[in-house]
């Protein structure tokens, strides 16, 4: 940078060399030069103004040309054109940054709104357009209250009370699940995010119900026990015809809750992730032929029991599973087929190249309602028909989970009075020739 003496150099220069002039001829001689000097200067300088200032309004349209001039004013010309070229740089980096925000913040799953101080839309994600069913592009700074038109939610801004979320059904979408939370920063703006628990909820009720449903099936085989042992317990003599009736009794309940708990317990395996599927080459033909005789030899001959082997292909999974799977099956078309009807076992090949495994049956068919529930954890059709039938309520639950293990997808046709087929299809890659 130029010192002070430096700046005015010209001027003193100026000043000595006028002063020579008045001391050699007079001093009219000495002003003329000097104010002569003087005004030239005074019009270098006034068109270095004036080439300063287009340039600046040029900046502003993009258009800037550095101006060509030497001396003091070419070292401001550059200093200048250096500090917008840094300026150009800083915000080329800032809007890089923003973008990428902007582009982290639309890929979040939370929807994400930007609030200022009046608690109008600055901006918001495609989440949070989805989650309050709104549209940034025409709803940008309107009231978010306008737009989210619920008490609670009005409450919750109102209150400031920020430290714990707000859990509400948006009434835009029926059934959908929102945890709201504010968060304020900046210059009293606020973000709102909000999050989908639908599922949460849904999980929630899952859990509550199978507590409740497992609390259920072993209240009553345990106090079936827990009466006869108390009647053994009061009475001196017990007559043995009544005493063989009550071990008989339970023994079923104890039975019967053995059965839940094993279901439970293999449930349980096929849920765990970190229990990987033992996988082997499984003869399908020989396999369905072993199931198949021992239905017929449980059955005594009440049902028509046919076996339909159209491929001999084999396939890659879990012997034991996929056998409990179909095993499961057919007990459940047995079970609710009348004396007398028939049940058919088919291991074939469908078209797009899938394995599937089906059993067809005339029995009482289930209605088309229920059919999306049936592999619900203790979700029964008929709740008296199948604690008559000995069922826990679990098997259709086990059968999807171990399908699921295995990339295969359970699929249910039924018609009431018209029987039900339940098939396990398998995707191709798990079929071997």
Excluded at 128 to 155: C, K, M, W
Excluded at 298 to 325: A, C, M, P, Q, Y
Aim: aromatic fraction near 8%.
């Amino acid at each position: 940078m130029p010192t002070l003496l430096e700046r005015f150099f010209s001027t003193i220069i100026l000043t000595v060399v006028a002063g020579f002039f008045w001391i050699i001829w007079d001093v009219i001689t000495a002003l003329v030069f000097y104010s002569t000097t003087l005004l030239l200067l005074h019009t270098y300088h006034l068109s270095n103004l004036i080439a300063l200032e287009v340039w600046l309004k040029s900046l502003a349209h993009g258009t800037a040309n550095l101006p060509n001039s030497s001396g003091a004013w070419g070292g401001i010309f550059s200093l200048l054109a250096r500090l917008v070229r840094n300026q150009d740089q800083n915000q080329e980096q800032l809007n890089s940054a923003l973008e990428r925000l902007r582009r982290a913040t639309a890929a979040m799953p939370e929807g994400i709104v930007i609030l200022d101080e009046e608690n109008r839309i600055e901006w918001s994600n495609k989440m949070a357009e989805q989650h309050f069913g709104i549209n940034f592009s025409q709803d940008a700074y309107q009231q978010v209250t306008y737009l989210v038109r619920q008490p609670q939610f009005a409450n919750y801004l109102l209150t400031r009370n920020y430290s714990e979320p707000l859990v509400m059904e948006q009434s835009r979408h029926h059934g959908l699940l929102l945890s709201l939370q504010l968060v304020p920063y900046g210059d009293k703006q606020k973000l709102l995010i909000s999050h989908d628990v639908t599922r949460l909820r849904e999980m929630e009720v899952m859990r509550q119900d199978f507590v409740a449903n497992v609390s259920h099936e072993l209240r009553t085989p345990l106090t079936v026990i827990y009466g006869f042992l108390e009647i053994f317990s009061e009475e001196d003599e017990i007559d043995s015809k009544m005493y063989k009736q009550a071990v008989v009794l339970m023994t079923e309940q104890a039975n019967r809750m053995k059965g839940l708990l094993e279901d439970l317990l293999t449930l349980s395996q096929l849920e765990n992730v970190r229990n990987q599927v033992h996988e082997e080459i499984i003869d399908m033909v020989d396999l369905l032929k072993e199931i198949y005789q021992e239905t017929e030899s449980i059955d005594s001959g009440r049902h028509h029991i046919n076996s339909e082997l159209n491929t001999d292909i084999k396939l890659l999974g879990s012997k034991s599973e996929l056998r409990s799977v179909f095993s499961n099956l057919i007990t459940n078309a047995i079970k609710y087929t009348p004396d007398e009807g028939t049940v058919t076992l088919k291991w074939e090949i469908l078209g797009d190249g899938r394995g599937v495994f089906s059993v067809q049956d005339n029995g009482i068919g289930i209605s088309s309602e229920h059919i999306p529930r049936l592999a619900e954890r203790f979700y029964r059709v008929d709740l008296s028909r199948s604690r008559a039938t000995g069922g826990t309520g679990l098997g259709l639950a086990i059968v999807k989970h171990a399908l699921n293990r295995h990339q295969a997808e359970l699929k249910i046709v039924s018609e009431i009075g018209k029987g039900s087929c339940f098939s396990a299809q398998f995707p191709s890659r798990r079929l071997i020739k």
